[in-house]
Structures are given as C-alpha cells and as structure tokens.
C-alpha cells in the first residue's frame, strides 16, 4: 500500500488537490454510462484520462483555441443524436460533456467551484433514471468525496491529511443528517413530484400495452424489472391462481389483437357465487411507473379499486383504469371473491361483439372447430376438447417461435407448433368464436415470487401472460389458460422452476442458491421498505404515520413551527460551544488530550516550551513533529504575548488547521 502512495506523495499538493476532484467527478460520472450514447461515453473517458494525464505530469491546460472547437463538436453530436436541445437525456448529455471540458479549462479558484457545483448537478441527474437504494447509496457516497474535494482546495498553508478531511466531511453530514431526516418525517408534502420530468423521461418504461401480436409480451419476458408488489391482508392465493387482469382484447384483424371500444355506462357486473365457501381476498399492490392507465387486480375483484392519487375506472370486461396516465407508483387495494361470476346474465347483443372473427383467414383452424363442435355440445365441453387437442399436439412452449404468415393461427397450430402465451391464447380464442363460443383475450401477469422475509409478492415484467375467456350460461365469463395445457410448469413458484441438482456437487449447489436466494430476499426486503417509506412517502402516508404516533393534524404551520423550533435549538447549541471559554484554552486542551493517548501527557506544571521539548523524543513523522512544535511555539505567542484582534483571530484559525496534523 505504501508503494502504491509513493508516487502521489511525491506530487504537489494542488497536483494531489486535482486527482481527487478528477476521482470525484469520475464517481458522479459513472452511473450516467448505463444510459449516455457510447460514444459520449467515451468522450467523457477522453477528456478524464487527458485531464489525469496533464494533471500527473504537470504540464500545461489546452489553449482556447483547441477546447472550444471540440466542445461545439460534441455539441453538435448531442443535437444531431437526440434531435433537440431541451429534455431529459439531451439535457443530462449536455452536462455530462460540460463538466468534461471544465476539467480541461479549470485555471482559477472560481472554476474549481464551477466544477464542484456542476458535479452536484449531474449527481442529481442520476434520479431521473431511477431512485433507487443503491442510487441514493451511491450518491451519498459521491457527495462524500465531492465535499472533501471542494474542503481541499479550501486550505492555505498546512492541509490536513485525506483520511482527517474525509472523517470531518462526514461528520459534517451526520450532523446534518437527523435535520433532514425531521424534515422528511413532518414537513407538509405535496401530491406528485416536486418538478415535472421532461417529456422524455419515461421513454423506456416497460409494461403492457392496450394490442398484443405475435412476440410482443415475450420481449416483456425478458425483463426482469419489477411490475408491482402486493401486499395481502387474509392468505394469499395457490400460485396456480395468481392471474393479475389487466387489459382485455377482442377486436382481431387477422394478426393483431386490439380492445373493444368500451360501452359507456356499463360497468362490469359481479355476482356473488351462491355459497361463499371461502372469505374474498383482500389485498393490496404498489404498482411500479408503467406511463400508461391500466391498474392490474387479481382476477375477480371487486369495483372500485380504493386508490386516492387518482380516480379509479372500471368496465364491463372488469378492467381498471385511470381517467390519467400516472407517472409515479401508484399504491391501492382492492378485495377478490373466490367464486364469483362476472356477467352471468349477459344477453346476445352484448356477446355479439365477442364472436366476430375477420373473413379470409386461417381457414384450417376454422375446420378444426367444426370438427370439434360437430354434435353441438355446451362450452365447457368443447373447450376441454381443445385443450386436449393441444397437450396430444406435441406442442412446445418458446420466448422464440418461428415467424408467422398470413393465416398466422393456421401455421402456429398445424406447423410450426411453437409459441409463447399469445400464441396460444389468441388461437384458442379464435378456435372458441370459430365454434360460435363468445371469447375474448386477456393480458395481464400470472404468479410472482412471495418473499418470506417481508410477506411481500413481487410481479416482474417476466411474469407477463395472456390466456383466454369463454362465456357459459348462468356461469359468466371463465378462464381457461391453454399454455397450461402445454407447460404447467409456467404456474409454478420460480424456486420450483430450478432444475434440480443432482450428486455432491449439487447438494453444494443447492446450498449455494439457497444462501443465495436469503440474500436476495433480503436485498428485495430492504428494497420494498425504501419504495413504501421514502419513494411513495405522499401526503396520505405521512397523515397515517403522524395520526398513529398521535400528532395534530399536520399543516403548513406546524411544519413551518418544527423548522423554525430544529433551526433555533441548533442556534443554542453552536452559542452554548462558542462561549464556553476561552477558544484558546479549547484548542489546547484539544492538542493536550491528543498526545496523552499516544503516552505523551502534559504535566500539571509543565508549560508549552517544556512540553514541546518533551514531545521531540515521540517517534512520529517530520510532518507531526512540524506541526506540533509550530502549534505549540503559536499558542505560547499568543497566550503570553500581545497582539491585535485580527492576528488572533488569524491564528486561532491557524491553529484549528494545525491540530488534525498533531493527531
């Protein structure tokens, strides 16, 4: 380790001053390579790697005429990448490539503020990406070294070592942090964030959408991006039961499967089964920014949804939606019966509309259903013949089936044989109105994985699905899942979904994932605690928090009056140390205390030569036996001697410099 420090030991110190803020800016920088155009990556990595370079050697900045030539270019190629000025990534960009060049044109005090403060800046951009635990840790740590930085340039004569100059920054936001930490619990919060995020701020969100065709809730399957949690308040349903509807499809033109206009006011129509044989669930979801307006329930609850951000909708297919597309997580519950039936009583103009199928298409899946339903039997038996046909087909369950034609159903089911969810809903659906059942598709997520350390369920993007719907008479609209029928593996837990391990090695393998999943279980724990307790801390949330610890209702007054009553608590504590004593007599006391923990304590008759004297015989380096002779040849100048107000406020703070290198 000491090899390694040599050669920084033996640079100047406004060279060691450079490198760290360099190390600073490359910590703020580092996040924003996850989503910048590699070759603005690379930019910045250029202009890093010069400014070490020139700061190493100590060689002279770049001329003007060579900087701003470059930084018009690279101007230029923000423009020309995001084909605006203005919005979140060309903004992030533009800043990002800023503090680059500072670097490079850094000549006076002033400019290194500049830096510091543009550092500040684009740490702050990284929360437009995400504000997540390991963001904000990684922030926290940032602004550690940042402050150090700014504090090292701040120093004239003697600089106190990096590790004192860390350990004071820290300090320094400790303090601050039970200050922050009150504001956050009671100061009143308002409804939403508190700026608006550019328009492209959320052009990457994941989630489904209101169309489903071949392939397009498999890309989802490969997300691993959380979709929502849910919270359940009785016992959580069998994973096989987990369907979370969302959007439902009925409209089909021969490829793509879009919604049915909705009917207005008619909404959906649940009726409760005969004989409740077990009570409804009751749950509750925190869902995950999905910049659109549908809100996914577990199958079968009941209307409306309890949200407060927003006003909750709901049609006759049982879907929710919001009258606005959020753009925040969003948290409501909801309550599911077990056994009840939705549209029970529809009438023929009202399933009309889910018979129709587009003429001139799959003709061979049009012959199949007339051959199933030749003797007219009820819905429930002829769906159990379809399903049937598909688990003696031979067919697979793929994230990458071959591409489709024109009769796209016809060549899924009698070619190639090989699908994701939609395929084989859609062609059962199209299977089911070919036999004059009224069916529809419905997308939404099926399962989640349960978290036994929090009892939190957590739905990814992966968990994406879509099944089927078919009307029955007297009994409303049933599910029927066809890739059931040809993976059921697709309903169990991810845990069971592992292949298992076989042999000794496997029995430490199993081990290993097993250590491995308590982990991530706890990492997701602690995950789900920030987004309830810090993402999603809105206006109702702290009135609940606040009523239960007993507290008046909160107002603008009564958060005004805590700041007011923290600030002015703080003012007495920093008056009560500032005149306790002489500051003088502080310090050397401080200085006293210091050497009697390395062996050397101060005599009770001992002066400060003397001492000084005495302290010459500790083994310690040349710079503390530097800085404790000149501490003690400048306290006993002052302490006996005679001077004006101002000298002694100027070596009072030269002493203050001096006693972390005494240490």
């Known amino acids: 380790m000491n090899s390694l420090l040599m050669p920084l030991q033996r640079l100047q110190r406004a060279q060691r001053d450079n490198l760290l803020l360099l190390l600073a800016a490359l910590l703020v920088l580092l996040p924003h390579t996850l989503h910048l155009p590699w070759w603005i990556s690379a930019c910045i990595t250029l202009l890093l790697g010069w400014r070490a370079l020139l700061t ?13 030539p470059l930084a018009l270019g690279a101007m230029a190629g923000v423009r020309a990448e995001f084909h605006l000025w203005l919005g979140r990534d060309a903004g992030i960009a533009m800043l990002t490539l800023l503090l680059g060049f500072k670097l490079l044109e850094m000549h006076s005090r002033r400019d290194v503020l500049v830096v510091i403060l ?23 740590l940032a602004l550690l070294l940042v402050l150090t930085a700014q504090l090292s340039f701040q120093y004239s004569d003697q600089q106190a070592p990096l590790g004192a100059r860390l350990l004071l920054i820290l300090r320094m936001l400790l303090l601050g942090a039970p200050l922050a930490l009150l504001l956050f619990i009671v100061f009143p919060r308002i409804q939403g964030p508190l700026w ?22 498999a890309a989802l399957a490969q997300s691993d991006a959380i979709a929502f949690r849910v919270r359940f308040g009785t016992d959580r349903p069998a994973p096989a039961q987990l369907y979370w509807r969302s959007i439902v499809l009925g409209a089909y033109d021969g490829r793509i ?19 409740q044989e077990s009570p409804p669930v009751n749950y509750e979801i925190t869902l995950e920014p999905q910049h659109h307006r549908w809100l996914p329930a577990l199958e079968l609850s009941t209307p409306p949804l309890q949200l407060t951000s927003y006003r909750a909708r709901d049609t006759e297919a049982l879907e929710f939606f919001t009258a606005t597309v959020p753009t925040e997580t969003l948290r409501y519950s909801a309550s599911a019966g077990r056994h009840d039936r939705l549209q029970p009583e529809a009438t023929g103009t009202a399933l009309q509309r889910w018979l129709t199928l587009p003429a001139g298409y799959n003709p061979r899946t049009l012959a199949l259903a007339t051959s199933l339903a030749a003797d007219h039997a009820p819905a429930p038996v002829l769906t159990q013949r379809l399903l049937q046909y598909l688990r003696a087909g031979a067919y697979t369950y793929t994230l990458e089936p071959p591409l489709l034609g024109r009769h796209a159903v016809d060549e899924f089911l009698f070619d190639s044989k090989a699908g994701f969810c939609e395929h084989y809903a859609g062609a059962f659906v199209v299977a089911l109105r070919a036999m004059g059942i009224p069916a529809r598709v419905v997308t939404g997520y099926q399962g989640g994985e349960f978290n036994p350390v929090d009892g939190v369920l957590s739905v990814r993007q992966s968990d994406a699905h879509a099944w089927a719907e078919y009307w029955q008479a007297d ?4 599910r029927v899942d ?26 430490l393998q199993s081990r290993a994932a097993s250590l491995f999943d308590t982990l991530r279980f706890e990492v997701a724990a602690l995950e789900n605690a920030w987004n309830l307790w810090v993402l999603d801390y809105t206006p109702d949330r702290q009135q609940a928090l606040l009523s239960g610890a007993q507290v008046p ?20 504590v920093w008056w009560r140390r500032q005149t306790r004593g002489d500051p003088l007599q502080q310090l050397y006391r401080r200085f006293c205390q210091q050497q009697a923990r390395h062996g050397y304590p101060r005599g009770a008759a001992e002066g400060p030569q003397a001492y000084a004297a005495r302290l010459t015989s500790m083994p310690a380096s040349a710079a503390k036996q530097h800085a404790m002779q000149e501490f003690l040849t400048l306290y006993s100048r002052l302490q006996y001697g005679a001077g004006s107000t101002e000298s002694r406020t100027t070596s009072l703070a030269t002493l203050r410099k001096l006693l972390p290198l005494c240490r």
Do not use: E, K
């Open 257 to 275: 499967w879009t919604r049915v206009a909705a009917r207005a006011g008619w909404p959906a129509q649940l009726s409760p089964a005969a004989t």
């Open 482 to 507: 066809p890739t059931a029928a040809v993976a059921p593996q697709r309903l169990d837990p991810p845990a069971l979904r592992r292949p298992p391990y076989a042999g000794s090695l496997g029995a």
């Open 196 to 217: 608006g995020l550019p328009g492209d701020a959320h052009a990457g969100t994941t989630g489904l959408s209101d169309s489903m065709a071949p392939g397009s809730i």
């Open 553 to 572: 209702q909160l107002s603008w007054r009564l958060g005004t009056g805590a700041l007011a009553s923290t600030m002015l608590l703080c003012g007495l």
């Open 475 to 478: 009994s409303g609209w049933q």
């Open 56 to 68: 190493w050697r100590d060689w002279r900045m770049p001329p003007i005429w060579l900087l701003l």
């Open 118 to 140: 543009l550092c500040h800046f684009v740490l702050l951009g990284n929360f437009f990406y995400t504000q997540s635990m390991l963001m904000a840790l990684h922030a926290g």
